[in-house]
C-alpha cells in the first residue's frame, strides 16, 4: 500500500461526474476542499519526504444528490519555479537543496547568503483555512496562497509578515460562532523579544471592494514568552473554549541555531526539530477576550502533541483532548524511503513508534494558594484526569485516557469549544495511513468502525443534518484511494449515527491521498 504515497498525482482541472451508488441526502449541499502533498519529484529529482510533495488540491461538490471533483495543483512560487527549472529548486521541511553546480559562482555565492536566514517555501500543502471571506491554502510557515473555492485557481500569494509579526503559524485556527478566525504563531527572528503569538481576525475582515485582504484588519489577542529563548516549542494546533485558548508548550522544541546553520551543515530543516523526553510539558490558559494568561503554573510529563480534538469550560475547570505521541518518531515514519518499503518491511522497522493516544487534561481554574499539597483539585466526576497542587504551589496534570490508535481527530464543528460527545478519526495501527475510520463515543468508550478491504480512507469530516440538534446528527464524509486497479477512487458517506455506508460517489479521475480540509455549505 506504501507506494501509492510516493505517486505522483496528477490534475483533473474541469470538473468530473462522479458515478452515485446509493442515495446522497438532498441537504448535502456544498463543496468538501481538501489539500495534501501530490507531487514528490520534478524532473529527475525527488523530495526525500512525505511532507515536502507539492500541493495538490482537490473538491467534491455536492449538489442535488450528485457528486462533481476537479483538482490543480497549488500554483505556489514555488511550484512555479520548480516546473520552470524542471527540478526541485526550493528546499522543503525535510529536502535540502543547493545551487545548481553548473551555475556561475557569483549566482551560487549569492544564492548561499540568501540561506544565511531561510525564506521557507510557499508550498502550503497542509490545509484549506478562512479569514474573513478569504480561502486559502496553508502550511506552517509565514506565507500562504488564496485560492479560488470554486475553481481551485491560485488567487496569489500573501505574506502574515506584512500584517502581523509572525515567522510561523499554524494550519488549524479556530472559527467561533460569530465567524471570527482565533490562530497562533511564533515570532522567531527580527520581531524583538521571541514570543508564541495569539492572534484573531474578524468574520467581516475580508473588503475585496478595496482589494485588501482579510489579514489587514488582524488583532493581536496576546503573546506568551518563550520558556527557552533558543528553543522555542513546536505546535501544530491549539485548543479554544468559549472563554480561553489552551496553547500546550511541549518539549518538542525547534533549536533557532540548528535552523539557522541548517544551510550550511547540510542538513534539513525537520532535523532541527527535537524532543527532550527528560523535559515537562506547560499548559498555558489565556483569556481570549483580555488575553491575561492563569497565574498558575500548570504541567505534565513530556509528550509530542500534533492535534487538539476539543475544549470546553465546565462548572471552573477547562477540560481539553488532544492526541499525544510518547516521542517525535512519527515524522520519521514519513520519509518517503519507509514509505516505498513493501507492508511486512516497514511494519518491523517502524513497530517501535509509539502509538497516537487520546488523552483528555482537565485543568481547575479557581486554585486557592492554601489548597493542601498532594491533593486533587479536580471535582468533575465524569473524568479520572487529576490535577495534583505541588509544594511549589505549581499544578501536575494526569490525564484520562479516552482512546488508543486515532489520529486526524474531528468533531462536530457546532460542538466546538462545548462539552461534547463523539470524536471522528482515522484509525492509525500499523501504517502512517489509516485504513479504517472510526466514531469513538466518550461516554461509553465505545467505538464504531468502518472497513473495507485494501482502501485508505482520508480524514473523516463531519457535517451536520441542517436544524440538527443531537450531537451525531448527519453526515460524515472522507474520501477513499486505493491500489486495487479494479477500484477506483470514491467519495464515501457514511450515517453519522450509525456509521453505516448510505453512498458513495466513484471518482472517474487520478485522486490522492491528502491531509486536512474544509467543508464550505453552498450559499442559500
Avoid at 484509525?427 to 475510520?437: A, Y
Avoid at 450515517?495 to 491531509?515: C, G, Q, W, Y
Amino acid at each position: 500500500m506504501q507506494p501509492i504515497l510516493a505517486k505522483n498525482g496528477s490534475e483533473t482541472p474541469e470538473p468530473v461526474k462522479a458515478q452515485v451508488t446509493g442515495s446522497i441526502p438532498s441537504w448535502l449541499q456544498g463543496s468538501l476542499l481538501r489539500n495534501g502533498p501530490g507531487l514528490f519529484s520534478v524532473g529527475s529529482t525527488e523530495y526525500n519526504h512525505w511532507f515536502d510533495g507539492l500541493s495538490l488540491i482537490h473538491s467534491f461538490t455536492f449538489s442535488n444528490g450528485e457528486v462533481t471533483y476537479r483538482s490543480k495543483f497549488l500554483k505556489s512560487e514555488t511550484y512555479k519555479r520548480n516546473v520552470q527549472a524542471d527540478r526541485i529548486v526550493v528546499s522543503e521541511f525535510g529536502t535540502m537543496i543547493y545551487p545548481d553546480p553548473c551555475k556561475n559562482i557569483f549566482s551560487r555565492a549569492f544564492t548561499h547568503l540568501c540561506n544565511v536566514i531561510p525564506d521557507f517555501t510557499d508550498n502550503n500543502l497542509i490545509n484549506i483555512i478562512r479569514y474573513g471571506q478569504d480561502y486559502y491554502a496553508s502550511s506552517e510557515v509565514n506565507y500562504m496562497n488564496q485560492i479560488d473555492p470554486a475553481t481551485l485557481e491560485t488567487v496569489g500569494r500573501i505574506n502574515y509578515r506584512n500584517h502581523i509579526a509572525l515567522n510561523l503559524a499554524t494550519a488549524h485556527p479556530h472559527y467561533d460562532h460569530e465567524g471570527n478566525t482565533y490562530n497562533m504563531g511564533t515570532a522567531i527572528m527580527g520581531f524583538g523579544r521571541p514570543k508564541y503569538v495569539i492572534f484573531k481576525v474578524p468574520a467581516d475582515a475580508s473588503d475585496n471592494k478595496h482589494k485588501k485582504p482579510a489579514l489587514s484588519k488582524v488583532q493581536q489577542v496576546c503573546s506568551v514568552p518563550f520558556r527557552s529563548t533558543l528553543f522555542p516549542s513546536y505546535f501544530h494546533s491549539f485548543g479554544m473554549t468559549e472563554n480561553y485558548i489552551v496553547f500546550v508548550e511541549q518539549p518538542f522544541k525547534l533549536d533557532i541555531i540548528k535552523l539557522a546553520t541548517a544551510y550550511f551543515r547540510g542538513v534539513n530543516w525537520g532535523s532541527c526539530l527535537k524532543f527532550d523526553k527528560d523535559d515537562i510539558t506547560l499548559f498555558h490558559i489565556i483569556n481570549r477576550k483580555t488575553g491575561k494568561a492563569a497565574s498558575t503554573r500548570f504541567y505534565s510529563d513530556a509528550m509530542v502533541v500534533f492535534h487538539h480534538i476539543n475544549a470546553y469550560e465546565a462548572d471552573d475547570h477547562v477540560v481539553f483532548d488532544l492526541i499525544s505521541y510518547k516521542d517525535s518518531n512519527l515524522y520519521e515514519m514519513f520519509y518517503l524511503q519507509n514509505l516505498k518499503q513493501d507492508t511486512s518491511s516497514f511494519i518491523q522497522s517502524n513497530n517501535s513508534i509509539s502509538p497516537p493516544v487520546c488523552q483528555r487534561f482537565v485543568l481547575p481554574l479557581n486554585i486557592h494558594k492554601e489548597s493542601p499539597r498532594g491533593s486533587n483539585l479536580v471535582t468533575l466526576t465524569d473524568t479520572t484526569a487529576q490535577a495534583v497542587m505541588q509544594e511549589d504551589g505549581s499544578v501536575y496534570c494526569r490525564p484520562d485516557t479516552l482512546f488508543e490508535g486515532l489520529e486526524l481527530p474531528g468533531i462536530n464543528y457546532n460542538f466546538n469549544a462545548k462539552n461534547y460527545r463523539y470524536i471522528y478519526g482515522s484509525r492509525m495501527e500499523w501504517s502512517p495511513h489509516p485504513n479504517k475510520i472510526a466514531k469513538i463515543d466518550i461516554v461509553t468508550r465505545t467505538h464504531l468502525e468502518w472497513q473495507q478491504e485494501n482502501c485508505y480512507p482520508s480524514e473523516p469530516v463531519f457535517v451536520a443534518s441542517p436544524g440538527a440538534v443531537e450531537e451525531d446528527d448527519g453526515v460524515i464524509l472522507s474520501s477513499i484511494i486505493s491500489p486495487d486497479p479494479n477500484l477506483s477512487s470514491f467519495m464515501l458517506v457514511l450515517n453519522a449515527k450509525t456509521f453505516k455506508e448510505i453512498a458513495r460517489a466513484s471518482i472517474p479521475a487520478s485522486v490522492h491521498m491528502d491531509l486536512h480540509g474544509h467543508f464550505i455549505p453552498a450559499a442559500v
